[in-house]
């Protein structure tokens, strides 16, 4: 049975770091695209950074320089290190993996081209 779970979450106040963890087990990530997205309180799910294989990666506007996504195959794990933490971070943060393409994606941040999904990991950043 594939399994993604998050860990990581919690709160912090604005201009501080975390990192999220995702571990993937019943499924190799090794050759899958990877993706954290997230959903704030009222608003769609959005796509917040991508890496594929190659360890390419793209990035919602809103974080790059500031979020960075990294993975681990050899462990199944991946992680998002997010810094410069603003009170718009705030939301529940999901892991999800899906065939390679999927990372070629030019719709990658509506997630429909992944096909697993972790439950997610809440993320509170207070000002």
């Known amino acids: 049975q594939v399994q993604l779970v998050e860990s990581g979450g919690g709160s912090v106040q604005a201009g501080g770091s975390l990192r999220l963890s995702c571990a993937v087990s019943?499924?190799?990530?090794?050759?899958?695209?990877m993706g954290w997205f997230r959903q704030a309180p009222g608003k769609e799910r959005e796509g917040v950074a991508l890496?594929?294989?190659?360890?390419?990666?793209a990035y919602a506007e809103s974080v790059k320089g500031r979020f960075t996504i990294s993975r681990d195959d050899a462990y199944d794990t991946l992680y998002l290190q997010m810094n410069s933490l603003k009170p718009e971070d705030t939301g529940m943060y999901y892991c999800a993996a899906g065939p390679a393409k999927s990372c070629y994606s030019g719709s990658w941040r509506d997630g429909n081209g992944m096909d697993y999904w972790g439950k997610g990991t809440l993320l509170t950043v207070s000002s």
């Open positions: 890496i594929a294989m190659s360890r390419g990666t």
């Open positions: 019943g499924y190799s990530s090794s050759g899958r695209c």
